[in-house]
């Protein structure tokens, strides 16, 4: 696609429940990554994917969180048993390289855990 | 480790007056420097770009030059417009194979008419 897409935009979900967020990349990308938005603390890196595997998942918080990427293209990013400090912006960026071009970011999901 | 400080604002400034957005760095090598700009309700996009010394990234009448000795890339802008109200985010990256960008906290600017 021509930008990278994310979905949904909005989620609210009861405390405990599992939520499931999804990533479609710019077509092409093999690079992917998994930042965290919150409030008042910038960008947490959460994961990267080259290709189909991660070989940075050191941001994730918790065993709670896991990420999985399928044909070199969408990332599913789950967060089971959601807890309120999970509420923030999950965004989503793909790249061919970070050196020359940056990220390419999705408008993020808002995350709100009630 | 690589880190990156920026001025945590928000920054209110009258439309056509001068802007600067601080950013200093820390990082073990030769980073590539970013500004990126987050308008409200949509997702990062990159601003500018510079990837060694003395380089200067601009676009959209927004320029940064990359500052070895002071290890800084400040944003500015001569005139600033409405439009321009937004979060502004510096970030680094290491040259060669997988790194992942290091961010800054993110500066909030409004621009008043």
């Known amino acids: 696609g021509a930008g990278v897409s994310q979905s949904p935009s909005n989620k609210v979900t009861e405390k405990g429940k599992d939520v499931e967020l999804r990533c479609d990349p710019i077509s092409g990308h093999t690079a992917l990554y998994w930042y965290r938005q919150s409030l008042g603390q910038g960008l947490e890196f959460l994961i990267y994917?080259?290709?189909?595997?991660?070989?940075?998942k050191s941001g994730l918080p918790s065993d709670r969180f896991s990420a999985e990427r399928t044909g070199g293209s969408v990332s599913t990013l789950t967060i089971q048993r959601t807890q309120q400090e999970d509420s923030a912006v999950y965004l989503c960026a793909s790249t061919l390289s970070t050196e020359h071009y940056g990220y390419t970011f999705g408008s993020g999901t808002r995350l709100t855990v009630v | 480790g690589n880190s990156v400080t920026q001025m945590e604002g928000p920054v209110t400034l009258s439309e056509e007056a001068f802007l600067t957005i601080n950013c200093t760095y820390t990082a073990t090598g030769y980073p590539s420097l970013f500004w990126y700009v987050q308008y409200p309700g949509e997702g990062l996009q990159l601003l500018l770009k510079a990837t060694k010394a003395d380089d200067k990234g601009s676009n959209k009448g927004f320029e940064a030059t990359y500052r070895k000795e002071t290890t800084s890339f400040h944003l500015e802008k001569g005139s600033v417009q409405v439009s321009d109200s937004a979060v502004y985010f510096c970030?680094?990256?290491?040259?060669?194979?997988?790194?992942?960008?290091?961010f800054g906290i993110g500066t909030k600017l409004q621009v008043i008419p």
């Open positions: 994917f080259q290709g189909n595997s991660a070989p940075d």
């Open positions: 970030a680094l990256i290491l040259s060669g194979g997988y790194q992942k960008v290091t």
